[in-house]
């Protein structure tokens, strides 16, 4: 989903072959997947990722739909939080080098 940056709904797992031949699916009992790519800075892509355990239960396009849009939405908001995180991690820094510098004199 991240390279292909294409959407992925697979209503029912043991149709898909592809799935099938992961030993995670198959061993937590998933039976339906939704999965979608989230856009981030810097050309990167994440995925949000959904699954459906309960076999009387299964995705739809409606579902994907969904998602879709609430990955448009909450895209900006993951990226700007990102950006804060990684500016604080960068004043951090700053300032435990100022107190290095400062120790030496």
Known sequence: V?????A???EDVL???ELLTHSSVFSLGVKSVLAVP???PEGETGVAYLDIRRAE???TREDL???QVFVRRISPVIANARRVWLEGRRSRALEE???RLRGKE
Do not use: Q, S, T
Request: charged residues 25%; aromatic residues 4%; hydrophobic residues 60%.
């Open 2 to 6: 991240a390279a292909a940056r294409k």
């Open 8 to 10: 992925v709904l697979v």
């Open 15 to 17: 149709a898909d072959p």
């Open 38 to 40: 989230l856009p981030l």
């Open 57 to 59: 239960h299964r995705f």
């Open 65 to 67: 739909a969904l998602l």
């Open 97 to 99: 080098e100022l107190r």
